[in-house]
């Protein structure tokens, strides 16, 4: 199933899709499921429900969290985890709660991931393909995951309706809630499907 891991609505300030944006054309790009993370909240919970819609679209609400050391996509239920963490801090309590934690976009030119995240193992699982970035931001991060092993993800980074669903990941086992969202990335059971839609 495809899935967009990367999707900021409303609730980020930078960010102009409206969570009935998402949920009206999600499925018509090709999306199984999509994951709101907007940056450091969870407050389109206030707007929108887990779990399966009426058309079949499954949402699942996570955040993209900043660090000083990047900035990590995160799930599970991390809601009690408290803002300006060091990923050195937060990484390990979002895996102690049961989580799943993504470097997003770990080699865009401003605001990198710290090399020391993963040369000490505390992330393993990091964007190949983001929507937002150059070609040679995703080359550089696809060297990254290789070198070290890491399972590649892709996310659309989408605050528009136009970059929606850019950049899904596939899953190749089916995930029907946010449980099965974590088991599956941490067990590395998904890859990257770039280009799945030119920009508009």
Not at 48 to 60: A, H, K, S
Not at 113 to 119: G, Q, S, V, Y
């Amino acid at each position: 199933m495809l899935i967009d891991l990367h999707v900021h609505s409303t609730c980020s300030p930078c960010s102009i899709l409206k969570p009935s944006e998402i949920l009206a054309n999600a499925r018509s790009l090709g999306l199984d499921a999509v994951c709101i993370t907007d940056h450091d909240t969870m407050s389109i919970l206030t707007q929108c429900r887990e779990g399966f819609q009426p058309d079949g679209l499954l949402v699942i609400v996570g955040m993209e969290y900043t660090t000083d050391q990047g900035d990590y996509l995160i799930f599970g239920d991390v809601r009690s985890i408290p803002h300006g963490l060091s990923a050195e801090v937060l990484l390990p309590a979002v895996r102690e709660l049961g989580g799943a934690a993504i470097s997003a976009h770990p080699c865009r030119t401003w605001r990198p991931a710290d090399p020391l995240i993963f040369e000490q193992g505390l992330c393993t699982i990091a964007e190949a393909e983001n929507g937002r970035n150059t070609d040679a931001e995703n080359g550089l991060a696809q060297s990254l995951i290789a070198d070290r092993n890491m399972t590649a993800v892709a996310g659309s980074d989408a605050h528009s309706l136009s970059e929606l669903g850019r950049c899904p990941t596939r899953f190749t086992v089916p995930v029907n809630s946010t449980r099965d969202l974590i088991e599956a990335l941490n067990q590395g059971r998904c890859r990257p499907r770039a280009a799945h839609r030119s920009a508009a």
